[in-house]
């Protein structure tokens, strides 16, 4: 599903107008972004988690030259499905 098909699904749930609906949409993507930005997480009960995770540098191959290279570490988004999707979803 694709955010035009997410967002026409809300317009069917809630009685949005299509407009309000991509404004909530929006306006809930940023609110996340923003906080992940800010290294917060986002705990939503029976949902799942939005956190920010570093991992750490490790070694590894190019994989055209075989040769040994040094990953370095980065900060990535990470979600962490809550109880109530994994249920749903099983």
Same mark, same amino acid.
């Given at each position: 599903?694709?955010?035009?098909q997410l967002v026409e699904k809300l317009v069917e749930r809630t009685k949005l107008s299509k407009k309000d609906a991509m404004a909530a949409l929006d306006g809930i993507?940023?609110?996340?972004?923003?906080?992940?930005?800010?290294k917060e997480k986002v705990a939503?009960?029976?949902?799942?988690t939005f956190l920010i995770v570093q991992k750490?540098?490790?070694?590894?191959?190019? %994989? $055209?030259?075989?040769?040994?290279?040094t990953i370095? #570490? =980065?900060?990535? %988004? $990470?979600?962490?499905p809550g109880?109530?999707?994994? #249920? =749903?979803v099983k």
């Open positions: 599903m694709n955010k035009q993507l940023d609110i996340i972004t923003e906080s992940l930005a800010k939503l009960a029976g949902f799942g750490k540098s490790r070694t590894g191959r190019n %994989p $055209k030259t075989g040769e040994t290279i370095p #570490e =980065k900060i990535v %988004p $990470k979600f962490k109880k109530g999707l994994k #249920e =749903k």
